[in-house]
């Protein structure tokens, strides 16, 4: 089972990414797909869900309107794309996959959910 993300970089405050993550070694719409990010000194905090089966989603309050999940089944992928960046949002970006029903629920959806993670990508926004 493997996790890779890429697409981290630097970009100025304001500007956008697209984050992937790209799966291998697990029927990739039998999990729910989840970004988390983990600043300096900070601890890893979710960001957003998706099931792939479903297309239902999650997302964070600070990300809401700014970030969007979406999944490419035929390519076992989920993109997240990032507008409207922040200094805030500066962090290692890690994407894992966990088991539904329910992972990406608001009272579930947390690192006790996740069965695998990959190994990151950093996002920095700075001008």
């Known amino acids: 089972v493997q996790l890779v993300e890429s697409g981290g970089g630097l970009v100025q405050p304001g500007g956008s990414l697209r984050l992937s993550c790209t799966a291998s070694g697990f029927n990739f719409e039998d999990y729910a797909i989840g970004w988390f990010r983990q600043a300096p000194g900070k601890e890893r905090e979710r960001v957003t869900c998706?099931?792939?089966?479903?297309?239902?989603?999650y997302y964070t309050d600070s990300v809401k309107g700014r970030f969007t999940i979406s999944s490419d089944n035929s390519n076992n992928t989920v993109y997240l794309r990032m507008n409207r960046l922040r200094p805030e949002d500066t962090a290692v970006y890690y994407c894992a996959a966990g088991v539904p029903p329910g992972v990406c629920a608001d009272t579930m959806f947390g690192d006790d959910a996740m069965n695998y993670w990959g190994k990151g990508t950093l996002v920095t926004v700075s001008s």
């Open positions: 998706i099931t792939p089966f479903d297309d239902s989603t």
